[in-house]
């Protein structure tokens, strides 16, 4: 099953192309799930052994792709309001303590946090949601998005890259992928447990941006 859903998805990046790219990072910095290390090194590949797509394109599209993701989270909570998201968040996949993690870790690390945000799991699809709420600089946030998207892209190329010299891997040995699939998930467990874990746990943030108080745009 594994193989004829890699075969699937490299035939639809043959001819989605850039937008499919964009489209699929967009969906991974919402609330949907999809990996981002899905989405980047099968094109990485492509690129590297058929000339398919340009490493640059690719982190062009994949940066842009997150901050519209990224942007759609934003400008939701921004609207909503903290009391709607903790309200009827828990019906798209966002209880209240995932919000209220996400606005201690924010709070502890401001808006060079949406930076370092795209390079973690769990918070970067949800970092949006508290710079919504504050109202944070809506000119910084999407500079800070796209540069840390853009740079994330970039080590997935590079992964996507390392990956395609394998040659066992690439000759249908699918096994192979366990070494791939360990080595990322020990790297970003221990980035989420020393950059996002500990400090998402510090206990509830105060309600951000209360009456008379200024917001982080001001």
């Known amino acids: 099953m594994l193989k004829d859903l890699i075969t699937w998805y490299v035939g639809s990046l043959e001819s989605g192309g850039y937008p ?7 969906i991974e910095s919402s609330i949907v799930p999809l990996p981002s290390e899905f989405v980047i090194p099968p094109a990485a590949v492509l690129a590297h052994q058929k000339g398919t797509f340009s490493m640059v394109g690719i982190v062009i599209a994949g940066a ?17 309001g903290r009391p709607l998201v903790l309200k009827y968040g828990r019906y798209v996949l966002i209880p209240p303590e995932k919000v209220e993690a996400a606005e201690v870790w924010a709070k502890r690390f401001g808006p060079v946090g949406v930076f370092f945000s795209r390079l973690l799991p769990v918070v970067r699809h949800l970092i949006g949601i508290p710079a919504g709420i504050v109202r944070m600089n809506y000119g910084k946030y999407s500079l800070y998005t796209l540069v840390g998207s853009a740079l994330w892209c970039a080590v997935l190329c590079w992964v996507g890259v390392m990956a395609g010299k394998d040659e066992q891997l690439m000759q249908g040995q699918l096994h192979r992928i366990t070494l791939w699939v360990v080595g990322a998930t020990v790297v970003l467990g221990l980035m989420y447990y020393f950059l996002v874990h500990r400090y998402m746990k510090a206990g509830p943030a105060a309600p951000p941006a209360a009456a008379g108080q200024p917001t982080p745009e001001t």
């Not at 499919?20 to 967009?26: D, F, G, N």
Request: charged share 5%.
């Open 20 to 26: 499919l790219i964009a489209l699929l990072m967009a």
């Open 64 to 80: 842009l792709g997150s901050w519209l993701g990224a942007t759609v989270m934003y400008w939701a909570a921004r609207l909503a």
